[in-house]
């Protein structure tokens, strides 16, 4: 009999043998071995030098093209005073305590991290009189080359009484009777509000700002400038987009060199300030805080220009503000009911879903607006999107998938017509751009992802569609129309060129056509590797090519020297074909749909190469590094010797609940130094029950982390083992990364502050959106449905090696005692029966092809890998221990010494005694 070795499922003395009969006759490599190793090496090099071609030469060649010219401005920005609170936003400002609970203050809470600011030009004269009051804080070129400039000791916040918004209210008092300040040239402009996106910041608003004051060329002065300082001095001419015209009139003289109404329409530009760029897109927390802080600016414009609300105020968003834009339109619906915010311009805004991957519950979010974006107000969205040269946002993303689906009622006997369902619908930027000032040279594919906030071809025409907006929104036309009025402005370029308008996707299409034609199809592949939006699917890919290695190709042809080419190979063709039938059978998903199969197999390439990288190379370089300087175990605990699963188990758990303790200790420590020290004290840290449970969690992503590492290197592990913690490592990081940032927000005041927003949101929304259950439940259910059964697959994988090395040890002295030849007559049966080898072979095999047609999906669907992988190791492990426990050790045990015996008075054993 021949004893199987239980890590790989083959017998000792069949492993012994091959050995053996290599030695005496060692094989040559066949000429198609080492063709498929050369091969193998050549599709390495290759996948590697796109890589750096697309990363060194075409994708910043290409994502930073020359087709817009600069806007330029003097800018200063103006803080202001934001309302703390309201009928329609909150009853009260509220604190968190000591225990944790909730207390109510009256007053604007002393640390509020986000800011609002109004835009204005050095060369104004509207706000100068504004300048000393707000003083040091003025937001300039200055501050932001260097931020240590400012002093806000010199200078304040801007109030109402300050009369910020250019009023004339010479003599008038407000509601505390205090006289409000009089405005020197009270010329306002229509307000426009900017909402960056993630990590974006303020100041990307001044050009906006500068079409807003027509101030956009260089510093020098002209006649066109005198003309301006003139307008804005005496207020002759300009306006807030009043318009005596027919509409078709308007559209007719836009740009003939008498139409006066577009040259002296004037934009009050206002900007969010979320605290220097904070990660909207890290956790729906963040993006929750931020729409709250967007209702609440939109009511200080309100309050403060005395808007009614019959023009509203235009909204800019960019990227991921929009869908801050979007939450806080469904969380406040007095925003639109009021006629607040009646029309939205989006620029590079993911609409659809975000190609990156962010938390969960951010997708959750975004599928809930899509799946029903209803107001009660009358709303326009403009979508505009960079084109293939937006290296964040692909274009396929802009368009709501809903778009064109709305729905209108009218009241006819009151004459009012209103539309229950907010407009969507998108535009390439390069159909959007004018072109009197630059033409464009050859085909034009867009612009990047931060060029399109300061484009000046772009957004002159932006501005032409505010003024327009604001027109039709004055006299009463309604969204579905007010969007019929801006296509004809969109697609300025393809009514001038062909005379007919096509679908954005129709647009979108033709430039992937375009780009292939110029560029060439290798040169597309680097372009299209260069794109940060793909480092998602690499992330996913190198998920997939593990599963692929391990359950796929690794049982059906082994792992030696000459089956690793032929993995490295067939592992990426696989993907490859996957990917190709999904878009055969139109089962791909948006931008996915689009990318290249060359660029998803060097995607795969790359993913395998660091696969074999990482769990063939430096977790075995680890593994010996452990075992020569700490002197790892190489042996096991003499107490667990033949015991059962449950013990070994039980005896692991306790192992890692004591390394718990101590993750909890470091990180106490980490999070207290980085209080005291880095921070001077000055964080708003908070102790109390909600920041305990934070601490506990963190802690336990932080040692579930470190126990997949500790078994990944250590030298016990088998191949298949290295491959698991690959896959769970990747899956954990990506799945609770997000949520590991909101927790750590929970240990200070404004992050509990800001965790009421969660029962909010969820309020409006009457019930749960996804993963987000409530703002304590959402730990609770990553613990329940990610880390838990993470755990529980960590220490099953601890358990088998340790009863694998119980194995060996207790048969080590036994077997040499044998011959090699008497081997064969030893004991097996340690291995997996056949009914249990095909179930696990079906739950392998199933949660491969599972993850494989759902890897490039951009919605978090992937993540329920974690959970169904898991289940499948447990399972998997668990009935692979069986055969090691102690009782069947015993009967092993018995078997191996009777055939010993046996072997001992064996006819040869007598004549090797004579």
């Not at 559209?251 to 220097?276: I, K, Q, R």
């Not at 709250?292 to 235009?314: D, L, M, P, W, Y």
């Not at 005896?651 to 209080?675: E, G, N, P, S």
């Not at 005041?749 to 259950?773: H, P, R």
């Amino acid at each position: 009999m021949a004893v199987p070795s239980p890590q790989t499922g083959t017998t000792v003395s069949s492993i012994s043998a091959t050995v053996s009969i290599s030695a005496q006759h060692p094989r040559p490599k066949r000429p198609s071995s080492i063709l498929i190793l050369l091969t193998a090496i050549t599709s390495c090099v290759v996948s590697i030098t796109f890589l750096l071609w697309g990363l060194i030469v075409e994708g910043p060649a290409f994502y930073n093209g020359q087709e817009c010219s600069m806007t330029y401005s003097q800018f200063q920005f103006l803080p202001l005073q934001v309302v703390t609170s309201s009928s329609f936003i909150r009853s009260d400002a509220r604190t968190v305590s000591a225990a944790g609970d909730s207390a109510e203050t009256s007053s604007q809470t002393e640390d509020d991290r986000y800011r609002l600011l109004k835009f204005t030009d050095a060369r104004d004269p509207r706000h100068k009189h504004l300048y000393p009051i707000s003083g040091s804080m003025i937001e300039n070129y200055n501050t932001q080359v260097n931020p240590k400039s400012r002093n806000k000791s010199t200078g304040k916040v801007l109030e109402f009484s300050d009369n910020w918004c250019l009023l004339p209210r010479a003599g008038e008092e407000n509601e505390q009777q205090q006289p409000q300040r009089d405005a020197p040239y009270p010329h306002r402009g229509h307000p426009v509000l900017y909402v960056p996106g993630h990590w974006g910041s303020f100041s990307q608003a001044r050009s906006i700002g500068a079409h807003g004051t027509r101030w956009t060329g260089h510093a020098t002065r002209s006649k066109s400038d005198q003309d301006v300082y003139n307008s804005l001095l005496t207020g002759k001419g300009m306006h807030d987009g009043n318009s005596d015209r027919a509409l078709d009139e308007l559209l007719s003289g836009l740009h003939s060199s008498t139409s006066s109404e577009l040259d002296f329409f004037v934009m009050d530009v206002f900007a969010l300030d979320f605290d220097g760029g904070d990660g909207a897109a890290l956790h729906s927390s963040k993006l929750l805080r931020q729409a709250e802080f967007f209702a609440r600016a939109v009511e200080t414009i309100v309050e403060g220009c005395q808007n009614s609300g019959q023009k509203g105020i235009t909204i800019v968003a960019h990227s991921i503000g929009a869908l801050v834009v979007r939450i806080a339109l469904r969380m406040h619906p007095h925003l639109t009911s009021e006629g607040w915010v009646r029309n939205v311009i989006t620029l590079a805004s993911p609409l659809a879903s975000i190609p990156f991957a962010v938390d969960a519950g951010v997708h959750d979010i975004m599928k809930h607006l899509n799946d029903g974006d209803v107001s009660d107000g009358d709303v326009t969205i403009i979508s505009v999107s960079g084109g293939l040269r937006d290296e964040m946002i692909p274009p396929e993303l802009c368009e709501v998938p809903s778009s064109r689906s709305h729905t209108t009622k009218s009241k006819a006997d009151e004459g009012i017509t209103s539309s229950t369902q907010v407009i969507n619908e998108a535009f390439l930027s390069v159909s959007a751009m004018s072109t009197t000032k630059q033409p464009l040279a050859g085909n034009a594919f867009g612009m990047d992802h931060r060029a399109i906030v300061w484009c000046y071809e772009l957004l002159k025409t932006v501005r032409e569609v505010i003024f327009v907006m604001v027109v039709a929104t004055d006299r009463g036309i309604v969204s579905s129309e007010r969007m019929e009025v801006a296509r004809k402005i969109m697609k300025i370029n393809d009514n001038q060129q062909t005379g007919a308008s096509s679908s954005f996707r129709d647009d979108v299409m033709n430039q992937r056509v375009a780009l292939v034609q110029e560029k060439g199809y290798a040169t597309t592949v680097t372009i299209q590797l260069a794109s940060p939006y793909h480092l998602n699917s690499l992330l996913k890919i190198c998920i997939l090519v593990a599963l692929l290695h391990s359950h796929v190709t690794l049982p059906l042809l082994g792992l030696s020297s000459r089956t690793t080419a032929l993995h490295i190979l067939l592992v990426p063709l696989i993907v490859t074909a996957t990917a190709w039938i999904r878009r055969s059978t139109a089962s791909c998903y948006m931008q996915e749909c689009q990318m290249l199969l060359g660029t998803t197999f060097i995607l795969a390439q790359l993913a395998m190469s660091a696969y074999f990288l990482i769990c063939y190379g430096i977790c075995l370089i680890l593994a010996y590094l452990r075992r020569k300087f700490f002197h790892a175990a190489t042996t096991t605990d003499v107490h667990l010797q033949a015991q059962s699963f449950g013990h070994v188990f039980l005896h692991c758990f306790m192992q890692q609940l004591k390394a718990y303790a101590l993750v909890v200790v470091l990180v106490t420590a980490a999070v207290y130094y980085i209080h005291t020290r880095l921070l001077g004290g000055n964080a708003d840290f908070v102790w109390n029950r909600v920041a305990v449970t934070s601490y506990f969690f963190v802690s336990t992503v932080v040692l579930l982390i470190s126990s997949i590492i500790n078994v990944a290197c250590s030298s016990d592990s088998s191949d298949h083992h290295r491959t698991i913690m690959f896959v769970l490592l990747l899956s954990i990081i990506k799945v609770t990364y997000g949520k590991v940032i909101y927790a750590l927000s929970l240990i200070t005041n404004w992050g509990q502050i800001d965790s009421q927003l969660y029962d909010e949101f969820l309020k409006t929304m009457n019930s749960s959106v996804g993963s987000m259950i409530g703002h304590h439940k959402e730990m609770i259910l990553c613990v329940a449905t990610y880390l838990v059964p993470t755990f529980a697959a960590v220490v099953v994988i601890q358990t088998h090696t340790i009863m694998v090395r119980n194995w060996n040890l207790h048969f080590s002295k036994s077997l040499s005692k044998a011959e090699d030849g008497d081997t064969d007559q030893s004991l097996n049966k340690a291995s997996l029966g056949h009914g249990d080898r095909i179930a696990i072979l079906v739950a392998d095999v199933s949660v491969v092809v599972w993850y494989a047609w759902n890897a490039f999906v951009s919605y978090g669907r992937d993540d329920m890998l974690v959970p169904l992988y898991t289940f499948a190791t447990f399972a998997s492990f668990y009935l692979r221990c069986i055969p090691l426990s102690s009782k069947a050790m015993g009967v092993y045990s018995a078997v191996v010494d009777n055939d010993l015996s046996l072997c001992s008075n064996s006819p040869k054993d007598h004549n090797k005694k004579e």
